[in-house]
């Protein structure tokens, strides 16, 4: 064959040696199949520890238990103790040293979420006592006369 | 010149060597693919959800966890996890909705129907006279048959076609069972997205590349509980391990009536819901 038919090839297989050598600069040493195979598996492996090291924020309601006894050992004896401190005061992350205080929510809408009257007979929400916030003391935070650690202990 | 009989052989080789894929190269080894079965048996953990319908009250205090946990921006309406309200009524309608992904809970009996539509304003340069506002539908509480909360969130499936469409490798199953995204190899094409059948998967505001429920991976990787499931007072969300026969989430799986999202797809859901109706989708 004719040496002007072969150039455009050799041109041709140029650029693909020099993507083959590109890729092996650019794809990371530990890209390949997991256990999962081919199909699912085809990953850089060193991305399963990057998640791993994700900041955990949540420690959870026992963490709290050692600095804030009083409202540990309160909330406890009520009903609301299923439900954890960081759902009303934010994530601890590493506090008290970051962030040194947690936030405060003294809003209507905090306590709404689970006491707002919904009529579903069907579901876990029929089982909580619920108030109109319409008629139940409107304008005023629940927190003025309810302690959420305690709720119907000695209404203020 | 070239013959009749020459192009005819060169165009088979041509059509053969196109025909064949580059995987074809790659040695296959016995050894290693019995080491991979090895390894899919001997590896003890397989992570799977349990979501209890019955128990939801609907609080929504898990997409507050989740999003503050996973650093979803906040303010913003993609979540990695949402509750999603059902109203059956006697005329056999269903209202459905979650406002805000239920991040701040179901603070009102009316149903959202979503911003309303404006009125396409005729001159192109002009501003819209109003501003879209939300509309909501009243429900005569005397008409309902049934009502109740699904929470939703990444079905980690066995079979994850948001992972077989992804060109890059940026997506993949890890051998416990969770589907998770490399967010430094992502090129932000958006198959993932339109692959996933239960449109849990969106792009990260501030990353731009594709973002999912990642079943809080560095938490359950360290003995936690999800976020939330820790957040859930109501134990509605439970997670577990699949190959742990005395784990009380396979125990539920095992021994009670539990269903799954869209099981046609084929997709193996790993997340089990109690108490699912034909109304959810």
């Known amino acids: 064959m004719k040496n002007h038919a072969l150039r455009p090839l050799f041109v041709v297989i140029g650029i693909i040696v020099l993507i083959l050598l590109f890729r092996i600069v650019y794809v990371p040493k530990d890209f390949g199949i997991g256990e999962r ?60 040293s970051d962030p040194p205080k947690l936030t405060i929510d003294r809003s209507r809408a905090l306590c709404l979420r689970c006491h707002y009257p919904l009529p579903y007979p069907t579901s876990g929400r029929a089982n909580i006592k619920s108030i109109d916030p319409d008629k139940h003391n409107p304008g005023m935070e629940c927190v003025t006369c309810h302690n959420p650690h305690n709720p119907m202990e000695g209404l203020r | 010149m070239i013959t009749r009989r020459d192009f005819l052989k060169k165009s088979v080789i041509t059509a053969a060597g196109v025909a ?40 929504g205090l898990c997409v507050k966890a989740c999003k503050l946990e996973n650093e979803v921006p906040y303010d913003t309406s993609v979540t990695r996890t949402w509750v999603e309200r059902y109203v059956i009524t006697k005329d056999g309608k269903t209202h459905a909705d979650t406002p805000k992904g239920g991040r701040d809970g179901f603070t009102t009996s009316k149903i959202s129907l979503g911003m309303s539509e404006e009125a396409a304003p005729k001159d192109m340069m002009a501003k819209p006279e109003t501003k879209p506002t939300e509309k909501f539908e009243d429900i005569d509480p005397n008409d309902i048959t049934k009502a109740f909360f699904v929470p939703k969130l990444c079905n980690q499936c066995d079979n994850p076609p948001c992972v077989q469409v992804c ?115």
Not at chain 2, 22 to 43: C, H, S
Not at chain 2, 205 to 220: G, L, S
Not at chain 2, 257 to 264: D, G, Q
């Open chain 1, 37 to 96: 195979g081919y199909m699912y598996g085809w990953h850089r492996h060193s991305n399963e520890q990057d998640w791993k090291n994700f900041k955990v924020k949540y420690q959870g309601k026992e963490y709290c238990k050692d600095c804030h006894s009083d409202k540990y050992d309160s909330i406890n004896k009520t009903p609301h103790k299923i439900i954890q401190c960081e759902n009303c005061h934010g994530p601890a992350i590493d506090h008290p």
């Open chain 2, 167 to 281: 060109p890059v490798g940026a997506t993949y199953q890890t051998p416990d069972g969770v589907v998770l995204v490399d967010r430094t190899w992502c090129i932000g094409c958006g198959y993932c997205i339109m692959g996933c059948p239960y449109g849990v998967r969106f792009f990260h505001p501030v990353y731009h590349t594709a973002e999912k429920c990642t079943f809080c991976y560095h938490r359950i990787t360290k003995g936690l509980k999800t976020a939330c499931v820790q957040a859930c007072p109501f134990g509605a969300r439970q997670i577990g391990n699949l190959k742990d026969p005395n784990d009380p989430v396979t125990k539920i799986i095992m021994t009670e009536r539990v269903s799954v999202l869209k099981a046609e797809y084929g997709t193996k859901p790993q997340v089990f819901y109690i108490g699912l109706d034909k109304e959810v989708r």
């Open chain 2, 20 to 59: 064949l894929p580059l995987a074809a190269f790659e040695v296959l080894d016995p050894k290693k693919l019995m080491a991979q079965e090895a390894a899919d048996t001997k590896n003890g953990t397989r992570w799977a959800f349990v979501v209890d319908t019955y128990k939801c009250v609907g609080c």
